[in-house]
Each structure stands twice: as C-alpha cells, then as structure tokens.
C-alpha cells in the first residue's frame, strides 16, 4: 500500500493531522476534515481546544477487512500561529496579551502548569 500525503494508516484507522486558525481554536468553531472517499466532513472545535487534541470521527477509516465495518479517523489539531502581521493586526494581539496578563483567569492551562512545575522544582532544589 503506497502511503498517503495526507492520511497515514494503522490498521482500519487513519490518522491526520489539521491545521486550524488560532482565533478557532480559541473561540472554537467548525473545520472541514476531508475523508479517505473524498467527502469533506465539518468537525466542532470546542472552544479552547489546543495543538496535539485529537477528535475521532466514528466510521471514516478503512474498510476493515472481510467485515462490514470501517475504522476511525482520528484528527490531530495543530493550532497556527499567524505570521506576516499588519500594524493593525500586531497592535491587536498586543492588547490581548496585555488583558489577558493582567486577568490571571487561567487562560494558558499549558503555561500555568509548566509555571507551577517549575516551582515545584526550585522548592525541591531549596530544601
């Protein structure tokens, strides 16, 4: 079996790997994930949903062999970061940055817990 530029297979289950806006991941939304038939199947995005969260879409793999099943797709978000910025666009992220620092509501789960396990480590080396 040639490999595909797009899935990549383990047994009746395939594997892909989706790139989504980053204001998606954040507010969530919908994406349209393509299938192994060439259907296009529209996905919710929770909102929150980070880089390396996988969704699986029941049914949409392969064939399971001398069976009446199919496998599973199962979706890895990759969340984009934007690039090549405007004033505009650059001054905007600033003040999210600046509101979102100065609200310490939890927004970053990844950072707050690396935070927190970096004190742990330092409280360790102290005692």
Not at 19 to 43: C, F, K, Q, Y
Request: include cysteine; aromatic fraction near 8%.
């Amino acid at each position: 079996i040639k490999p595909h530029k797009f899935f990549k297979r383990d047994g009746a289950n395939l594997y892909c790997r989706v790139p989504i806006p980053m204001a998606t991941a954040a507010l969530g939304g919908e994406i349209a994930v393509p299938s192994i038939d060439g259907s296009r199947n529209n996905v919710k995005v929770a909102p929150g949903t980070q880089t390396g969260q996988q969704l699986r879409l029941k049914g949409k793999g392969m064939n399971v062999m001398r069976a009446d099943s199919f496998g599973d797709l199962y979706i890895e978000i990759f969340v984009e970061t934007p690039v090549n910025l405007n004033g505009k666009q650059k001054d905007l992220f600033k003040k999210l940055a600046e509101d979102l620092n100065n609200d310490k509501g939890g927004h970053s789960p990844e950072s707050s817990s690396f935070m927190q396990k970096m004190k742990d480590i330092w409280t360790d080396l102290k005692n």
